[in-house]
């Protein structure tokens, strides 16, 4: 038949070896189960163990009572044993027992036996058992020696992840970094690893490992979760609180109002019980007429967050200035503009070669938001098309990056965070698919995402508190589900979305203020019946079906 390797038969003799093998390890797996349920952990049991393992060293059960079985044996026979899981391993080298069982070995030993993954990773590179049993019990306490080896192993082959992953882990754990999770000193990138970058991404632009590589040496772990957004508003008598991460406030988050304790709970501002961004609190029914002074504090961050209401004034906000590298790449941690610069330097030398590289354009659009957003916003929505074109089987995800790109672009144009009253954020025809970074919206009063290809409710929209005017207009909305109680919002323009169904706009029924809601060019618009059900939903909105 087409397409079907042609195997030549086996003879006889070889069939009846392999039938005799395959009779004895049965037999033996008879025996185990016998012994163990009888409870015989003999010296006997010990050897069948062995004869199953030698024949299939994927048998998780003789590994377990090997183990139950050699610890109760005092010791001396660690060496011994260590020969047998090489052994194994000789048969079969990515084995998940053989490893485990390796490192319960070498657990029960004080002695350091001979390194076995330096001779696994000579024969299979990419062996990633082998690379972190390294990583957790044959690492040379000498970082230079573990970095030269890599680097022997990334100079025979650039694609191998795991040596880059490995180097990665060293250089983090090396005496003058920060520690696991922490940034690499700038005159080592700048002496040796961008230099290895550099001859790998020049060696061959379009293989990802050394652009992964690199933006994980400019990285750090995520930033922790931190306040920046406070909203007080005395006509709806609630304190909003807006984290840079969703998340649970617990007990952590304390409001003090003219120098009092509140007591009270803290509710999710999406209006659901889940990890959210924004908080709040209900304040007292009878609340004195300002002045009033506000702090609020978080346990996992003690810097307090404080604002006063002056006398005729129902709102107050404090916001953290924004920054381009929130934005665009919150977890880059080379605080050095000069060393940046020499990396987008790079990465433009190489463009110039090789216009289609995806892991420069991408790498080099982060560098630039996180650099100066503004100033370069421009490039940067050039390169993620070309990004767009030369990476057509990742089409959704640039396209959710080209929607981070102008969401933050729009913010940052915005001025938001820098004090004042009303205020707009208009992205409308940007061809977004998403809508993230809301959380940094929280002085919005108008949103205009008209024109996009959003599916759905943005994530986020619990921090709009301020919000008045929202237009999504001529997207993808089928539905409102997750639409959060948005206690300020009054017009509402969904005119050329496909929703279909009345009930899809149920949500709208918590917007107390809601007085005008755009329907037009909606399969619900021309659907018999749909005034007086949007009637009944929406008793105190006018809905405009034409």
Not at 210 to 226: D, E, I
Not at 236 to 248: E, I, K, M, N, Y
Not at 382 to 409: K, M, W, Y
Not at 461 to 490: H, K, Q, Y
Request: charged share 20%; glycine share 10%.
């Amino acid at each position: 038949m087409h397409g079907r390797l042609k195997l030549r038969p086996p003879d006889s003799s070889q069939w009846l070896k392999r039938q005799q093998k395959l009779r004895l390890f049965r037999d033996n797996m008879a025996t185990l189960r016998d012994k163990r349920s009888r409870g015989e952990l003999d010296a006997d049991l010990l050897e069948v163990t062995g004869s199953i393992l030698a024949a299939n060293p994927e048998t998780g059960t003789a590994w377990s009572l090997r183990r139950r079985l050699l610890g109760g044996q005092g010791h001396h026979w660690e060496e011994q044993e260590l020969r047998f899981v090489s052994m194994c391993l000789s048969r079969s080298p990515k084995s998940y027992g053989c490893w485990q069982h390796r490192g319960w070995v070498l657990g029960q030993t004080d002695t350091k036996p001979p390194a076995i993954s330096t001779g696994m990773l000579d024969s299979d590179p990419r062996n990633f058992h082998a690379w972190e049993h390294r990583w957790a019990l044959e690492a040379d306490p000498d970082p230079e020696i573990e970095l030269g080896f890599t680097g022997t192993l990334l100079g025979r082959d650039f694609s191998n992840f795991s040596a880059w992953n490995h180097r990665l882990r060293v250089l983090r754990r090396t005496p003058g970094s920060p520690g696991q999770g922490g940034t690499i000193p700038p005159e080592r990138l700048r002496q040796a690893e961008l230099e290895l970058v550099q001859n790998a991404v020049f060696t061959d632009p379009n293989d990802q490992s050394a652009w992964v590589y690199l933006r994980c040496l400019l990285s750090r772990g995520p930033p922790p979760p931190r306040i920046i957004w406070v909203y007080v508003n005395l006509e709806d008598a609630t304190v909003a609180v807006t984290f840079s991460r969703p998340l649970w406030v617990g007990e952590g988050l304390t409001l003090m109002l003219d120098g009092s304790a509140q007591e009270g709970a803290w509710r999710s501002g999406e209006g659901r019980p889940r990890p959210s961004h924004t908080w709040l609190f209900d304040l007292p029914p009878c609340l004195a007429p300002p002045p009033s002074h506000f702090l609020v504090t978080w346990a996992p961050d003690p810097a307090p967050r404080q604002l006063r209401l002056h006398p005729g004034e129902t709102e107050a906000w404090w916001q953290e200035p924004i920054a381009s590298r929130d934005l665009f790449w919150p977890e880059v941690g080379v605080a050095d503009p000069g060393l940046l610069q020499e990396v987008i330097g790079t990465c433009r030398e190489l463009l110039e070669l090789e216009p289609k590289s995806r892991g420069c354009l991408l790498t080099l659009s982060l560098l630039l938001g996180a650099l100066d957003a503004p100033g370069n916003g421009p490039e940067i929505q050039s390169l993620l098309r070309d990004l767009q074109e030369a990476d057509p089987l990742r089409g959704g995800f640039v396209l959710d990056l080209r929607s981070r790109a102008e969401a933050a672009l729009g913010l940052l144009g915005a001025g938001l965070g820098q004090g004042g009253g009303a205020c707009g954020l208009r992205l409308p025809g940007k061809a977004l698919t998403s809508l993230p970074l809301l959380e940094w919206a929280g002085p919005v009063t108008e949103l205009d995402l008209s024109g996009n290809r959003l599916r759905g409710v943005p994530k986020n929209m619990g921090a709009l508190r301020r919000l008045r005017v929202l237009d999504l207009s001529l997207n993808e909305v089928t539905t409102l589900r997750g639409f959060p109680p948005l206690p300020r919002l009054e017009e509402l323009d969904l005119h050329g979305n496909p929703l279909g169904h009345a009930s899809a706009l149920a949500p709208l029924a918590a917007c107390p203020r809601l007085r005008c809601l755009r329907l037009a060019d909606t399969p619900l618009a021309a659907a018999p019946g749909s005034s007086a059900h949007l009637a009944e939903l929406l008793p105190h909105v006018t809905v405009a079906l034409a």
